[in-house]
């Protein structure tokens, strides 16, 4: 079955650290030509937080996370990354990885809940 499959979501304090992953299934990994990760709030829109283009390398990420959080890929194990650093209460909100494949139709994760409070 072709899926995204996300994990590493949870409650953390201000401050702490949370890797989410988002392992692809069913799918030939290489085909992959984007990776993104979305966040959504309660009452807000979903709001593109970083972004991975397989061509150069290129990484990009929302002004509000940049220094704090990292995307990243491991081919081998077929799964994207995102590394939160320093989390902030306003990071709050259900993450989901999104991929744009080579042939076939973009791919959404089925998403995890991050809570950061004290």
């Known amino acids: 079955q072709v899926q995204l499959v996300e994990s590493g979501g949870g409650l953390v304090q201000p401050g702490g650290s949370l890797r989410l992953s988002c392992a692809a299934a069913?799918?030939?990994?290489?085909?992959?030509?984007?990776m993104r990760w979305y966040r959504q709030a309660p009452g807000k829109e979903r709001e593109l937080v970083a972004v991975?283009?397989?061509?150069?390398?290129?990484?990009d990420y929302v002004e509000s996370v940049k220094g704090r959080f990292t995307i990243s890929r491991d081919n081998a194990r077929n799964t994207v990354f995102l590394q939160m650093n320093s989390l902030k209460p306003e990071d709050t909100a259900v993450y989901y990885c999104?991929?744009?494949?080579?042939?076939?139709?973009?791919?959404w994760g089925q998403g995890t809940q991050v809570t950061v409070s004290s």
């Open positions: 069913g799918f030939t990994f290489s085909s992959i030509v984007v």
């Open positions: 991975l283009m397989n061509v150069g390398n290129i990484l």
């Open positions: 999104n991929v744009i494949r080579l042939n076939g139709p973009a791919l």
